[in-house]
């Protein structure tokens, strides 16, 4: 069976590394939103949102985020070895996208666009308030890539509030995260599917299943 479909090439090596970067976030959605807040080693708190977030390690529990050129929360944690991820959620939409917003140095993000903060538990960075989950970080180790840096954070503790966890762990349904697409683009969570691993004994035991969905 042949494949009649048209694809178009982005090549990196042929195209400007800032219109590279736009293909690269359009197609690797959606992302999560790590709502990082820190702390300079002049007491200046910042708060901004990278999309660049994911889990790093299990054993010992490492979340990474990257800092594209060297902003302010880069420079922060490598200043002071601590900070904290807030959960992005859809109710404070307008206030995270604001924080994004390049403020002159100095200047507080969350005091700019009304965001609450509260004390964390473990670390002396505080957490954004309005958040359900908030992961709280003490500075691993980074690597530079290019023009980015990669930035591990050893997970101290996670808080979640109680309205959100059910059967011993957070329910998505409560915690509403925002994630990022292309361009401006922003999602939800939107439908919700739920689906179990298929062991392989269950998948040797029933040839129908992999006949199904190969579409013998």
């Known amino acids: 069976m042949t494949d009649a479909t048209e694809y178009v090439l982005f090549d990196p090596a042929e195209m400007e590394s800032r219109a590279f970067y736009r293909v690269l976030n359009s197609v690797v959605v959606p992302r999560p939103i790590a709502w990082v807040c820190s702390r300079s080693a002049d007491g200046v708190l910042n708060l901004a949102p990278h999309s660049f977030y994911t889990v790093a ?24 070895g601590e900070f904290t991820i807030s959960l992005a959620p859809e109710r404070l939409f307008e206030q995270i996208n604001a924080t994004a917003t390049d403020f002159p140095a100095g200047s507080s993000e969350a005091e700019e666009c009304g965001v609450a903060l509260a004390p964390s538990e473990r670390v002396g960075v505080p957490r954004v308030a309005g958040s359900p989950v908030s ?26 509030s109680a309205a ?16 990022r697409l292309g361009g401006n683009e922003w999602s939800t969570i939107g439908e919700v599917r739920e ?22």
């Open 57 to 80: 390690c299990v054993s010992p529990p490492v979340v990474q985020f990257t800092s594209v050129g060297r902003k302010d929360s880069l420079r922060n944690v490598e200043a002071t």
């Open 135 to 160: 992961v709280e970080c003490t500075l691993h180790s980074t690597v530079r890539l290019g023009d980015s840096t990669v930035v591990f954070g050893r997970v101290q503790v996670i808080t979640v």
């Open 164 to 179: 959100a966890v059910r059967d011993g762990r957070p329910r998505i349904e409560h915690l509403q995260p925002l994630a």
């Open 195 to 216: 689906i179990a691993r298929i062991p392989y004994r269950r998948w040797a035991e029933d040839p129908s299943i992999g006949e199904r969905l190969r579409g013998d």
